[in-house]
């Protein structure tokens, strides 16, 4: 190894083990804005120098650093914080140095208490070091520690901080063209609020094509007045940028997104990369698509599924700058019409390097945007997309039903947490669980609390809250009469609504169902029950569910001594009233009925 080209030599401080990072600092840990951001790091120098250091940090688009001391563990570990108060991608490093006068001043009192009498030497340095004379020095060790000598930094580190709602919200998914298109969905604003709803997301809003037409059960004709699937993108009438007539104008949608947000909700848009045949842009763009052999288009496919009504853009078009630009430009459009939470559909097929580029082009003057991932896909993909910008992501959750199942689920999305936010859907246009569909309404509450309570976000399809539960044949997960297929007559009249509520607002009155990373899984002694307790800071509150929509299960619940509960303490059901019971630590008697949940919030 060559000699270093420098005049100085190399530093001599190690910064080692800095914590948080993802993939060496390839991608951006992910926090929210109020969050208190652990730093811990491993520094160390040869010899016997006093060290110090310090987190050093700044939000998007400051010049000046701020900064917290770090406090030494042991070991040569090191620990700080800071607080990110705003949206946006933030830096920090750690800066550690050697502090001169404080490792002179050890010195001296090491070999002092060593009852070493001759310091004449040890006070001239001191005093060199401190400009003053050697008998003030030796008059009180007056100096005090904070000479920052030798330098040395660790490489610089991203967060990107996002709204809370990117951690914690309760979403409602409908198709407005069920409920007289955007002023029937403005009329039940007041009433999603009431049940506790934080977003309402819209599947695609815009012309849908006549071409190649889904009809009723995802028939291949489409009969006299079939709408038609809200996916298949574009018609004579516009593209992405446009409304589809049936539901309302521009103006009426911008209305129906001002009165939510004075109501504390959101309407969050579906964004898909997808274009009927009849779409302006295969004319504007023909060779953004994708062609076979014989030069005609070819239509999406993900087998055994069949798109015969939509085609997919071409990433690998020799045009693909302004393809990409166009898409970032359809995004920006409906910002500037108020939406600024975007489900984004099947985003694992399309380029990683796309989104990095798109959400940074979104964010970087519109931090407050939030993207959520709807990619069913394998775990690499999935958090790689969480790390390329993503907010939020769709989850496996509704295949996971047993309480392994659980457990698995559950142990994953805890390795996944540094960098991929969950969003515990229970139900989807297009996901109809076998469990759902045999368990009746036990299955449904069984499903609504787990969802609700083990991830900070999670949502409901409408149809949910009535248990829709007919599959369109034996062994499908596609619902009979699919609303992706023909409009229906929607109300908020289901007679789960109540428990929704009442599920909602425990969400919001207790911090520990806000986050996600602070479970612990409760032994129960039986399979069919599935406990866990969840603390932050002094509220605690623990979730018994019954697994078995069929049967009364009973068990118990082991409270361990480490839980940070006292030995006896008051239990409240929050989805019951006046239901109250003494838990102790150690074993509690469980006995539910079907489906049946015990919510507790633990006394303080």
Request: hydrophobic share 40%.
């Given at each position: 190894?060559?000699?270093?080209?420098?005049?100085?030599?190399?530093?001599?401080?190690?910064?080692q083990?800095?914590?948080p990072?993802?993939?060496?600092?390839?991608?951006?840990?992910?926090?929210?804005v109020?969050?208190?951001?652990?730093?811990?790091?491993?520094i160390?120098?040869?010899?016997?120098?006093t060290?110090?250091?310090?987190?050093?940090?700044?939000?998007?688009?400051?010049?000046?650093?701020?900064?917290?001391p770090?406090v030494?563990?042991?070991?040569?570990d090191?620990?700080?914080?800071?607080?990110?108060d705003?949206c946006?991608?933030w830096?920090?490093?750690?800066?550690?140095?050697?502090?001169?006068?404080?490792?002179w001043?050890?010195?001296?009192?090491?070999?002092?208490?060593a009852?070493?009498?001759?310091?004449?030497?040890?006070?001239?340095e001191?005093?060199?070091?401190?400009?003053?004379?050697?008998?003030?020095?030796a008059?009180?060790?007056?100096a005090?520690?904070?000479?920052?000598?030798?330098?040395?930094?660790?490489?610089?580190?991203e967060?990107?901080?996002?709204?809370?709602?990117?951690?914690?919200?309760?979403?409602?998914?409908l198709?407005?063209?069920?409920?007289g298109?955007?002023?029937?969905?403005?009329?039940?604003?007041?009433r999603?609020?009431?049940l506790?709803?934080?977003v309402?997301?819209?599947?695609?809003?815009?012309?849908?094509?006549?071409?190649?037409?889904?009809?009723?059960?995802?028939?291949?004709?489409?009969?006299?007045?079939?709408p038609?699937?809200?996916w298949?993108?574009g018609s004579?009438?516009?593209?992405?940028?446009a409304?589809?007539?049936?539901?309302?104008?521009?103006?009426?949608?911008?209305?129906?997104?001002?009165?939510?947000?004075?109501?504390?909700?959101?309407?969050?848009?579906?964004?898909?990369?997808?274009?009927?045949?009849?779409?302006?842009?295969?004319?504007e763009?023909?060779d953004w698509?994708?062609?076979r052999?014989?030069?005609?288009?070819?239509?999406?496919?993900?087998?055994?599924?069949?798109?015969?009504?939509?085609?997919?853009?071409?990433?690998?078009s020799?045009?693909?700058k302004?393809?990409?630009?166009?898409?970032?430009?359809?995004?920006?459009?409906?910002?500037?019409?108020?939406?600024?939470?975007f489900r984004?559909d099947?985003?694992?097929?399309?380029?990683v390097?796309?989104?990095e580029?798109?959400?940074?082009?979104?964010?970087?003057?519109?931090?407050?945007v939030?993207?959520?991932?709807?990619a069913?896909?394998?775990?690499?993909?999935?958090?790689?997309?969480?790390?390329?910008?993503?907010?939020?992501?769709?989850t496996?959750?509704t295949w996971?039903?047993?309480?392994?199942?659980?457990?698995?689920?559950?142990?994953?999305?805890?390795?996944w947490?540094?960098?991929?936010?969950?969003?515990?859907?229970?139900?989807?246009?297009?996901?109809?669980?076998?469990?759902?569909?045999?368990?009746g309404?036990?299955?449904?509450?069984?499903?609504?609390?787990?969802?609700?309570?083990?991830s900070?976000?999670?949502?409901?399809?409408?149809g949910y809250?009535?248990?829709e539960?007919?599959p369109?044949?034996?062994?499908s997960?596609?619902?009979?009469?699919?609303?992706?297929?023909?409009?229906?007559?929607?109300a908020?009249?289901?007679s789960?609504?109540?428990?929704?509520?009442?599920?909602?607002?425990?969400?919001?009155?207790?911090?520990a169902?806000?986050?996600?990373?602070n479970i612990?899984?409760?032994?129960?002694e039986?399979?069919?029950?599935?406990?866990?307790?969840k603390?932050?800071?002094?509220?605690?509150?623990i979730c018994?569910?019954?697994?078995?929509?069929t049967?009364?299960?009973?068990?118990v619940?082991v409270?361990?001594?480490?839980?940070?509960?006292?030995?006896?303490?008051?239990v409240?059901d929050l989805?019951?009233?006046?239901?109250?019971?003494?838990?102790?630590?150690?074993?509690?008697?469980v006995?539910?009925?079907?489906?049946?949940?015990?919510?507790?919030?633990?006394?303080?």
């Amino acid at each position: 190894m060559p000699l270093p080209k420098t005049n100085d030599p190399p530093a001599r401080i190690q910064i080692q083990r800095v914590t948080p990072q993802i993939d060496g600092g390839r991608y951006p840990v992910k926090r929210t804005v109020g969050d208190r951001v652990e730093v811990t790091a491993r520094i160390f120098r040869d010899g016997h120098e006093t060290l110090g250091a310090a987190v050093r940090y700044k939000p998007a688009g400051a010049s000046r650093w701020h900064e917290q001391p770090l406090v030494p563990l042991g070991n040569d570990d090191w620990a700080g914080s800071f607080t990110v108060d705003a949206c946006g991608m933030w830096c920090f490093r750690i800066e550690a140095w050697v502090d001169r006068i404080a490792s002179w001043q050890e010195e001296l009192r090491r070999k002092s208490d060593a009852g070493q009498s001759d310091l004449s030497s040890e006070l001239a340095e001191g005093a060199l070091l401190l400009g003053r004379d050697a008998v003030t020095v030796a008059e009180g060790l007056a100096a005090e520690a904070g000479d920052r000598s030798e330098k040395a930094w660790s490489p610089t580190y991203e967060i990107d901080v996002d709204r809370v709602l990117a951690r914690f919200g309760s979403w409602y998914e409908l198709f407005p063209r069920s409920w007289g298109g955007f002023e029937g969905v403005r009329a039940q604003l007041p009433r999603l609020a009431e049940l506790g709803f934080d977003v309402v997301y819209l599947p695609p809003i815009h012309p849908i094509g006549t071409t190649n037409r889904k009809g009723k059960n995802n028939a291949l004709k489409a009969g006299r007045g079939d709408p038609g699937s809200p996916w298949a993108i574009g018609s004579e009438l516009g593209g992405h940028e446009a409304i589809d007539p049936a539901l309302g104008t521009v103006a009426e949608f911008e209305r129906l997104v001002g009165d939510a947000k004075e109501l504390g909700i959101e309407i969050a848009l579906d964004f898909a990369i997808q274009c009927s045949p009849d779409h302006p842009w295969l004319k504007e763009h023909p060779d953004w698509f994708h062609r076979r052999p014989d030069g005609t288009l070819k239509y999406a496919e993900n087998p055994p599924k069949r798109y015969q009504d939509i085609y997919n853009v071409n990433f690998d078009s020799a045009d693909w700058k302004n393809l990409w630009s166009a898409l970032r430009d359809v995004v920006a459009l409906w910002v500037s019409r108020g939406v600024t939470v975007f489900r984004v559909d099947n985003p694992h097929t399309k380029p990683v390097p796309f989104w990095e580029w798109l959400i940074d082009e979104i964010r970087r003057d519109n931090p407050e945007v939030i993207f959520l991932a709807e990619a069913f896909t394998r775990p690499a993909m999935m958090t790689t997309l969480a790390k390329a910008g993503f907010a939020q992501s769709y989850t496996y959750f509704t295949w996971k039903n047993s309480r392994w199942e659980l457990l698995e689920f559950v142990g994953q999305l805890l390795d996944w947490a540094p960098c991929y936010r969950p969003n515990c859907f229970a139900n989807t246009p297009d996901i109809l669980h076998e469990y759902l569909q045999r368990g009746g309404r036990p299955a449904f509450e069984a499903r609504l609390v787990l969802a609700s309570t083990l991830s900070p976000a999670y949502g409901i399809y409408s149809g949910y809250e009535s248990f829709e539960n007919v599959p369109v044949r034996e062994g499908s997960e596609e619902y009979m009469d699919s609303e992706k297929y023909e409009a229906k007559k929607r109300a908020l009249n289901g007679s789960l609504l109540p428990l929704v509520q009442r599920v909602n607002h425990a969400r919001r009155e207790n911090p520990a169902l806000q986050q996600l990373d602070n479970i612990t899984i409760l032994e129960t002694e039986n399979d069919n029950l599935f406990g866990y307790l969840k603390r932050t800071g002094d509220n605690t509150v623990i979730c018994v569910v019954n697994l078995d929509p069929t049967a009364t299960q009973e068990g118990v619940c082991v409270l361990p001594m480490a839980s940070g509960v006292a030995p006896a303490y008051r239990v409240r059901d929050l989805l019951a009233d006046d239901a109250e019971w003494t838990w102790h630590v150690g074993r509690n008697y469980v006995r539910l009925g079907p489906g049946q949940s015990h919510l507790l919030a633990v006394g303080r």
